[in-house]
């Protein structure tokens, strides 16, 4: 079984490498839907809906395209690589919209900027 470390991944945004990446994180669900009658003895469900989130950590970076890119509302084409872009590499690909941008700075640290996206229609998940 293949384990990866966190330092090999990476973030493209409409194409372009987004800098200074700390994490991210990919959330894939999906809805049941009850078909339960009278008379079932147990409650019973069928496959609903899928949906997707994503959200992105950043050391906040403004000669970035890509993080200039990722305005709340922006529609856009992401790109996860969790174990880097090899060939062979896995990797979730998708349209977003970009639901929420949080920037954050203290005397002590370094300014740091957080993205949350909604998928839209589906996610693909392939390989390089």
Same mark, same amino acid.
């Given at each position: 079984m293949a384990t990866h470390a966190g330092s090999e991944g990476l973030v493209k945004v409409g194409g372009n490498t987004l800098a200074e990446v700390r994490s991210f994180t990919l959330d894939i669900s999906g809805e049941v839907i009850e !078909?339960?009658?009278?008379?079932?003895?147990?409650?019973?469900y069928k496959a609903g809906l899928g949906s997707y989130t994503a959200s992105v950590e950043c050391f906040f970076d403004e000669t970035d395209t890509a993080q200039n890119a990722l305005d709340v509302g922006s529609s856009l084409t992401l790109e996860l690589y969790p174990e880097g872009a090899a060939?062979? !590499?896995?990797?979730?690909?998708?349209? $977003?919209? $970009?639901?929420?941008?949080? $920037?954050?700075?203290?005397? !002590?640290g370094m300014v740091e900027v957080a993205f949350t996206a909604q998928g839209t229609g589906g996610i693909t998940e392939t390989t390089v």
């Open positions: !078909d339960t009658s009278m008379g079932d003895s147990f409650r019973s060939s062979g !590499d896995t990797y979730f690909t998708g349209t $977003v919209i $970009v639901t929420g941008k949080s $920037v954050t700075s203290s005397f !002590d």
